[in-house]
């Protein structure tokens, strides 16, 4: 895939089911010689219906360095990281996040694209990955195995969570930005 320098995208997703059972919206935009990724949710999970807002600050080489999370009900998380694979949660050091480089929110299948543009595979390469797996509308978060497969990397991905065994094949668009997520998000934008 080729990995444009500039981005600038607007994305919405709605859930499966529809805009009432979910929806979000995404901006893009390239800031301080990396990328800025803003997004509003509301949705609804195991009964639960919740609002909430992220900020996303990457380095050019879509490494995660700083995550804001805010729930409508009060609720903040705010990590940094070194790019590396070092995190802080609210500033306190998380060593058992040690190694992850990308983040995981559960509502969103836009943090599928950070390790897709990451990683870079070419067709038939999968990579094994640890991650900051951030759940909602609780907002915790901890390390997660997932494994991607590049089954055509311009156009088609594989998900695996490698502690539940959940599996999904991803269409993406040019960029690397899900298309539909089956079963849980459909790209309306």
């Known amino acids: 895939m080729s990995i444009p320098t500039l981005i600038f995208r607007t994305i919405r997703w709605s859930a499966w089911d529809g805009s009432e059972a979910?929806?979000?919206?995404?901006?893009?935009?390239?800031?301080?010689?990396?990328?800025?990724?803003?997004?509003?949710?509301?949705?609804e999970e195991e009964g639960t219906r919740y609002g909430l807002s992220y900020r996303l600050r990457l380095d050019a080489l879509w490494h995660t360095k700083d995550v804001v999370v805010r729930t409508t009900a009060g609720?903040?998380?705010?990590?940094?990281?070194?790019?590396k694979g070092s995190w802080q949660e609210q500033g306190k050091d998380r060593p058992d996040l040690q190694g992850c480089i990308d983040?995981?929110?559960?509502?969103?299948?836009?943090?599928?694209?950070?390790?897709?543009?990451?990683?870079?595979?070419?067709?038939?390469?999968s990579t094994e990955i640890r991650l900051c797996y951030i759940t909602v509308p609780d907002l915790t978060v901890f390390p997660s195995d997932q494994?991607?497969?590049?089954?055509?990397?311009?156009?088609?991905?594989?998900?695996?969570?490698?502690?539940?065994?959940?599996t999904?094949?991803?269409?993406?668009d040019q960029d690397g930005f899900v298309l539909d997520y089956p079963g849980l998000f459909k790209r309306l934008a």
Not at 22 to 43: C, F, K, T, Y
Not at 75 to 83: D, F, Y
Not at 147 to 166: M, N, Q
Request: aromatic share 6%; hydrophobic share 40%; glycine share 10%.
């Open 75 to 83: 609720r903040v998380l705010h990590l940094e990281s070194n790019g």
């Open 103 to 125: 983040i995981d929110i559960q509502a969103t299948p836009l943090t599928n694209t950070l390790p897709i543009r990451r990683l870079g595979m070419k067709t038939g390469e």
């Open 22 to 43: 979910g929806l979000e919206h995404v901006d893009v935009r390239p800031a301080d010689g990396g990328i800025s990724i803003s997004g509003v949710v509301i949705a």
């Open 147 to 166: 494994r991607y497969t590049a089954i055509d990397s311009s156009l088609l991905y594989r998900f695996e969570s490698l502690e539940s065994g959940f």
């Open 168 to 172: 999904a094949e991803l269409p993406v």
